[in-house]
């Protein structure tokens, strides 16, 4: 029987339906909504009435594709926004009260945790150490891992939807702006630098929006054939930075009509791909990678049977 994994994250709200197949599972459907819950109130710690009504509205969209897959079992879980607001779980409530199904809130290692079960389901680090970068709205989970299992994982209350409320940026962002960003990085990730010398990763894995917007973009700017249904691809370095400069120097405006840009994505990719390009640098890693699992898809697999 198939089951539907909600992911209420900070910038969008996530579906997966799926059905165990063997040891492993088959994706169904997968789809998502965008919300920006924390949108006018993420740096107060609250949830606002609009983004409440912005976040039911969508869950209400996701239940009617929930019925009409006959699922009955509905896994829902919560992360930055919520566990840091002081009404989350008032907003978790309502949820409850208007559509039956309880909201798991999860603390950033538990979320970590899933992001890593989900990426091992979609892509094989083989021999490497990998950095896993799930980026979000709310928050940024790092895992450092291999073959063996992880060494160490984070969570960071880095994310985009904080950065663009915190920092002024400009339409075109500039080299200054660039620079600040950079800095309060610096200073923001000091155990993720440490960990990094320590164990010393070559690969970097990115889950998440940010990230699938970057692989969409490559594939249509590039022509790079890809399956329909490939839950993993990697991203040449080149592709990357030459999508980097791209994004660094276009307006919002420019950015909406680029071929695999998502709407929700036009303001925070710059201070996302200011991100991914600062670590990806300053942790010396040699290789990219991108992958379509996340959370959702680690709870699925904790779900399924051996």
Not at 27 to 46: D, F, Q, T
Not at 185 to 211: D, H, N, R, V
Not at 260 to 282: H, K, L, Q, S, Y
């Amino acid at each position: 029987m198939p089951v539907a994994i909600l992911d209420f994250g900070t910038n969008t709200f996530n579906l997966l339906i799926a059905e165990s197949e063997g040891a492993s599972f088959r994706v169904l459907y997968s789809g998502k909504e965008a919300v920006k819950l924390g949108r006018g109130g993420i740096h107060k710690g609250n949830i606002i009435p609009e983004a409440m009504e912005r976040g039911l509205t969508a869950i209400g969209r996701h239940m009617e594709t929930i019925g009409r897959y006959g699922v009955t079992e509905i896994h829902a879980y919560a992360t930055s926004a919520m566990r840091n607001a002081v009404n989350g779980k008032e907003f978790a409530g309502m949820i409850r009260q208007r559509f039956g199904f309880v909201t798991h809130i999860i603390d950033g290692a538990k979320e970590a945790e899933l992001i890593y079960r989900g990426i091992m389901a979609s892509v094989d680090p083989g021999s490497e150490t990998a950095m896993i970068m799930d980026i979000g709205g709310g928050s940024n989970e790092f895992i450092i891992c291999n073959a063996g299992g992880i060494l160490w994982k984070q969570s960071f209350e880095l994310g985009m939807a904080r950065i663009i409320e915190q920092f002024a940026i400009s339409d075109p962002v500039t080299r200054e702006e660039i620079r600040t960003i950079e800095q309060y990085y610096k200073q923001s990730l000091s155990p993720l630098f440490e960990q990094a010398e320590k164990f010393s990763p070559t690969m970097l894995i990115g889950a998440s929006g940010t990230f699938d917007t970057l692989a969409d973009m490559a594939v249509n700017r590039f022509g790079i054939p890809l399956p329909a249904n490939a839950s993993s691809m990697d991203l040449r370095l080149e592709h990357y930075r030459e999508l980097h400069r791209l994004l660094l120097g276009s307006t919002a405006a420019e950015r909406l009509k680029m071929p695999g840009m998502e709407p929700v994505r036009v303001e925070m990719i710059v201070p996302a791909t200011i991100f991914i390009n600062f670590v990806f640098n300053r942790c010396g890693l040699h290789t990219m990678k991108q992958s379509r699992y996340a959370l959702k898809e680690g709870v699925m697999s904790g779900l399924v049977k051996p």
